[in-house]
């Protein structure tokens, strides 16, 4: 059970916006499965590697003296897909920021500077990005209790099944974590999200070396490949439709035309068809 330190650090974090937060002591973090996964095989699996491109195993460069990782979740309605929605220039590959990161990185910030300045614990807020400094946070949240990783290979809450977005930071103490919890909806799973992904990327078990054993598999069995899902996430960049002299994103049509920007929409229909906690939201 949390003390009230750690009790103040998740009020602030939902005071400023987060759904859920969590707790987890970061050295059973560095064996979770995906950071096993990349000091083994590294960022390069199933063909597909990390912005870096990079296939040698790596390790996370973890922050000397941090103790802690704090995640925090925003919910991502099924209403609300323009939380997704990024604009980029079709001659690169940079991604832009999209509403629902922006938020993210704006909740971390501001709660980081609370944690400094409050409490006096010296924080390191993450990039999403392993390649940036970031950390797996879909491993952290298990470890932190906000839920399980599903069959889609996406964190599952309780409260909003996969429909949520995550970001944290590492903190320079020994909180108490909050745990993980007692959750596990599959037993009677119907897939639905497989079936759902128009590049059948569940179809498959992805081949790791003989040698390396992982004993939480990527989507629990092992049965998801990177590289098509990539394939229908590049494939959904679209150039933003006109509508009133306007595109979908609320860019202005000339800006559009002028600077070659495109409205990216990544795909979501592996975690729109999971039907764990509320699926309308």
């Known amino acids: 059970m949390a003390s ?16 859920l937060v969590g707790i987890a002591s970061i050295e ?11 000091s083994t095989v590294g960022r390069k699996i199933d063909g597909i590697g990390g912005d870096s491109g990079s296939d040698d195993p790596q390790q996370v460069q973890w922050p000397t003296g941090a103790r802690t990782a704090l995640i925090i979740a925003v919910a991502h309605p099924k209403a609300k897909p323009e939380l997704d929605w ?24 501001e709660l980081s500077a609370w944690i400094e300045r409050t409490e006096g614990i010296n924080t390191h807020p993450l990039s999403y990005s392993t390649e940036e400094g970031g950390i797996y946070f879909k491993d952290a949240a298990v470890l932190a209790g906000l839920g399980c990783i599903g069959k889609n290979n996406l964190l599952i809450t309780p409260e909003y099944g996969p429909r949520v977005r995550l970001r944290g930071m590492l903190l320079e103490a020994e909180l108490e974590t909050t745990g993980t919890i007692d959750y596990d909806p599959f037993k009677d ?13 569940f179809n498959g078990a992805v081949s790791l070396p003989k040698e390396i054993e992982v004993l939480n598999p990527p989507a629990r069995d092992a049965f998801y490949r990177r590289s098509r899902c ?5 494939a959904d960049w679209k150039l933003g439709q006109p509508a ?3 595109t979908t994103g609320g860019m202005d049509k000339d800006k559009v035309q002028n600077t070659e920007t495109i409205l990216v929409k990544y795909c979501r229909q592996c ?11």
């Open 4 to 19: 009230r330190l750690e009790e103040r650090i998740i009020e602030k974090a939902k005071e400023l916006g987060a759904d």
């Open 86 to 109: 990024s604009h980029s220039r079709k001659t690169s590959t940079f991604r832009g920021n999209s509403p629902g990161n922006k938020m993210l990185i704006t909740i971390n910030k």
């Open 271 to 281: 975690e729109l068809a999971c039907p764990e906690g509320n699926p309308g939201v």
């Open 230 to 234: 990539m394939v229908q996430m590049y």
């Open 28 to 38: 059973p973090l560095k064996d979770s499965p995906s950071h096993y996964l990349l």
């Open 244 to 246: 009133n002299n306007k």
């Open 189 to 201: 799973c119907m897939e639905y999200c497989r079936r759902a992904c128009p590049q059948e990327a």
